[in-house]
């Protein structure tokens, strides 16, 4: 068994010679004919169509009809199009492509269930199994444009779903498998859903907890769906309405496979994605088949370095975004994708790594939060498993503490797999920016741009700022962008909403809402992402990132985690209120507040000291672990908190009421 104590907590990390040597980006940089990473951000977005070339040429796509033109920005940047006039489907590409070439015998998602249960598909089992409810969905009526909700646990029918609904040409509407019937219902009424994929329910500590019931109330109010497919998982009695709701086993049995795909445009819609905003119904960012998903293959072949025999988990839901980004990418590279059902410390605290161990996974990503709830548990339990299969670390989501970050590298990394941190987002299709694990890594940070995302940090007039926070923006089009706001069928669109959101506060570029800044750090423009701009703090003219707050306090061996928000403040413009979550209740004291307001007053200034420190035992987060500021600061102030449909913690809103 390894040990913890053999282990130096690692705060810096180098790559080895072997791995540089190794590397997708390496290998991809030389046939590209550039020396090093800032050579390619030049050359890519001096000429993106010329960048995009050479990089399909090294993944070796499958398209079924060639492309008229690379790029057209005919209707401007914030409409630009990918590859007109191609035909290009996203399920052959995970499945076909490999299958005709000779590899169907390779392993293409294994699946480990909350109860033990464990499944494994190798690429022809999963195209096959594609095809059968291809078939099913087919019998059902759905067929090119038409939106298909999947509403469902992350068990091995979640990834058939997703491939088959894009085999015949239709819409993927993933739906957040915690979701209550409200959220749901928005999503299938506002998509205008003609089928449902769901479940009779879903393992979460140990108790079958019912999802049927919950399509069967959002149905009420969601008339366009005509046939709902329901997967047996628990074993729960659930009520069948007749002529409308089918066993899946029984519908995928009586259909006629599917003998082969749809052979789709690469701008038709394949992928419907719903974000939540603090005002406003949820925004559906429309993607269509040669945009997100290759997108998803472009990041992982260059970030995460995956190659055919990976194995990749991503902690996560097949309704957010990292769900498809997990499938899509992993299956586009020829490698595997591993599901994981319920929590990560039930039935036993370690149960994440045990998984990992037993699956040999390669690639594991994760939240930074739920890193910090894993550091409860103690160091000690990562050392009973054998992680050394783990190549690469992944995070998304949120800014990380060092504390969480040096943990994570230490104890799971053990010093040699890097921390590929990467920020992007839904609309985004993947990463604005990454990691490689071909050069150095500091705490929390991140490289740079994602080649071919023409990204920059400005100030509020949009001028280039270094070394200070700013707007994290994007200033040309990329592969994966968001086409548009769905706006109720597969040929209407929202442009005015979306050109609103993202494309207006300056000219012919994307403010993304994020805060970031870039820093020299031993030779390198190390960038950092500071929390959404949303969450800006703005103390006596000075602009704070919430995060810099958080990551003061979390330093704390008390405090768990933390969340900071703006009041409004008649003096200052703003006040700081930290809300924090301490390991024990018993710690929580006067003297702790004094301590942690002195560390703040040390590492941020004491004009920057916040106003109030609120002990809390828990904040509200999304299943994703995001923990949602927004959502906080309303509950304190009594404002409309907007959207909660991402919420998975309800009863953080009765911590958030009563704080101490």
């Given at each position: 068994m390894l040990r913890m104590s053999s282990t130096p907590i690692v705060d810096r990390w180098q790559p080895s010679p072997q791995l540089v040597a190794q590397a997708n980006v390496t290998h991809f940089f030389a046939r590209y004919g550039v020396a090093d990473y800032p050579a390619a951000l030049a050359k890519a977005a001096a000429d993106l169509p010329g960048f995009y070339e050479a990089l399909l040429a090294e993944l070796d796509l499958r398209w079924d009809a060639p492309y008229e033109r690379l790029l057209d920005s005919s209707r401007g940047k914030a409409f630009a199009r990918f590859f007109t006039g191609a035909r290009y489907n996203t399920p052959a590409n995970c499945l076909d492509r490999h299958v005709d070439a000779g590899r169907g015998a390779a392993p293409a998602v294994d699946w480990e269930g909350e109860d033990g249960s464990v499944r494994s598909l190798t690429f022809v089992e999963l195209r096959d199994a594609v095809r059968r409810l291809a078939g099913a969905l087919r019998a059902c009526g759905v067929g090119r444009g038409d939106a298909v909700g999947i509403f469902m646990p992350m068990v091995p029918e979640a990834a058939i779903a997703l491939l088959a609904i894009g085999y015949v040409g239709g819409v993927a509407v993933p739906a957040f498998s915690g979701y209550g019937p409200d959220a749901l219902a928005m999503r299938l009424h506002d998509a205008n859903a003609k089928v449902l994929l769901t479940a009779d329910g879903v393992f979460r500590r140990g108790k079958p907890v019912p999802m049927k019931n919950v399509a069967d109330e959002a149905l009420r109010v969601s008339p366009s769906v005509t046939a709902v497919l329901v997967l047996r998982r628990t074993g729960l009695d659930v009520p069948m309405q007749a002529g409308r709701d089918h066993d899946w086993a029984e519908a995928v049995a009586a259909a006629t496979p599917l003998e082969s795909y749809e052979r789709t445009a690469a701008n038709d819609p394949y992928l419907l994605l719903y974000t939540s905003g603090s005002t406003g119904k949820?925004?559906?960012?429309?993607?269509?088949?040669?945009?997100?998903?290759?997108?998803?293959?472009?990041?992982?072949?260059?970030?995460?370095?995956?190659?055919?025999?990976?194995?990749?988990?991503?902690?996560?839901?097949?309704?957010?975004?990292?769900?498809?980004?997990?499938?899509?990418?992993?299956?586009?590279?020829?490698?595997?994708?591993?599901?994981?059902?319920?929590?990560?410390?039930?039935?036993?605290?370690?149960?994440?790594?045990?998984?990992?161990?037993?699956?040999?996974?390669?690639?594991?990503?994760?939240?930074?939060?739920?890193?910090?709830?894993?550091?409860?548990?103690?160091?000690?339990?990562?050392?009973?498993?054998?992680?050394?299969?783990?190549?690469?670390?992944?995070?998304?989501?949120e800014p990380w503490n060092t504390e969480a970050w040096e943990w994570y590298a230490t104890h799971i990394g053990r010093g040699i797999a890097p921390i590929i941190n990467y920020a992007g987002g839904t609309e985004v299709g993947g990463g604005i920016i990454g990691c490689f694990p071909t050069m150095p890594l500091v705490p929390n940070s991140f490289h740079g741009p994602v080649p071919g995302m023409v990204a920059d940090v400005t100030d509020a007039e949009g001028n280039p700022v270094r070394g200070e926070v700013g707007e994290l923006v994007v200033r040309e089009p990329w592969v994966g962008m968001t086409q548009s706001f769905w706006g109720g069928d597969a040929l209407t669109t929202d442009d005015a909403r979306y050109h609103s959101v993202y494309w207006e506060r300056f000219p012919d570029t994307w403010v993304h809402g994020d805060w970031c800044s870039i820093d020299r750090i031993e030779g390198y423009d190390y960038w950092f992402i500071h929390g959404r701009s949303d969450d800006t703090i703005n103390v006596a003219g000075k602009r704070v990132g919430p995060a810099e707050f958080e990551d003061a306090a979390e330093t704390h061996p008390a405090i768990k985690e933390a969340a900071a928000i703006a009041v409004p403040d008649k003096v200052k413009g703003d006040v700081v209120i930290l809300f924090a979550v301490a390991h024990r209740r018993a710690d929580e004291s006067e003297e702790l507040r004094a301590e942690i307001l002195a560390i703040v007053d040390r590492m941020m200034g004491k004009s920057l000291r916040p106003k109030k420190i609120l002990f809390v035992d828990d904040l509200p987060r999304t299943r994703s672990q995001k923990i949602m500021r927004r959502v906080a600061r309303a509950r304190h102030l009594g404002l409309d908190p907007g959207d909660l449909s991402a919420l998975d913690n309800p009863a953080a809103l009765e911590a958030i009421d009563n704080p101490r």
């Open positions: 949820p925004k559906g960012a429309r993607h269509v088949h040669a945009g997100f998903p290759l997108k998803n293959a472009i990041d992982q072949y260059l970030l995460f370095d995956v190659k055919p025999g990976d194995k990749m988990l991503w902690f996560t839901d097949m309704g957010w975004m990292m769900g498809p980004f997990m499938i899509f990418g992993t299956l586009t590279l020829g490698a595997s994708c591993m599901l994981y059902e319920g929590t990560p410390d039930f039935p036993t605290p370690d149960r994440l790594w045990a998984v990992c161990a037993r699956h040999r996974v390669t690639h594991l990503g994760i939240a930074p939060t739920a890193i910090r709830a894993q550091m409860a548990h103690g160091a000690e339990l990562p050392y009973r498993h054998d992680l050394s299969a783990l190549r690469i670390l992944g995070s998304s989501g």
